[in-house]
Nanobody, 115 residues
Framework: QVQLVESGGGLVQAGGSLRLSCAAS????????MGWYRQAPGRQREMVAVISSGGSTNYADSVKGRVTISTDNAENTIYLQMSSLKPADAAVYYC?????????WGQGTRVTVSS
């Protein structure tokens, strides 16, 4: 059974940094991409950062230059390093692994940014 478990969220002051982690367990084959999405109250879930199986990355315009996605294949972990956080970054952050057949999602970790 595949599980994605996010961690690293919390309360941070504006301008601060956080590193989110997503630990994947279980056998996952045919991975196309891995990524982070976020959902703020009253808003739709939106892409934050995606990394393809080939290593190419894509970032939302709102986070470019402030966020870096990376993976540790040996530990089956996806990271999201965030800096210069803004109140607009506050949301529940979800990690995802997309395959040809199915997209797996974690339960989310909440990021709160105080101004």
């Amino acid at each position: 059974q595949v599980q994605l478990v996010e961690s690293g969220g919390g309360l941070v002051q504006a301008g601060g940094s956080l590193r989110l982690s997503c630990a994947a367990s279980g056998r996952i084959s045919g991975i196309n991409a891995m990524g982070w999405y976020r959902q703020a109250p009253g808003r739709q879930r939106e892409m934050v950062a995606v990394i393809s199986s080939g290593g190419s990355t894509n970032y939302a315009d709102s986070v470019k230059g402030r966020v870096t996605i990376s993976t540790d294949n040996a530990e089956n972990t996806i990271y999201l390093q965030m800096s210069s956080l803004k109140p607009a970054d506050a949301a529940v952050y979800y990690c995802t692994i997309g395959t040809w057949i199915y997209d797996y999602w974690g339960q989310g970790t909440r990021v709160t940014v105080s101004s």
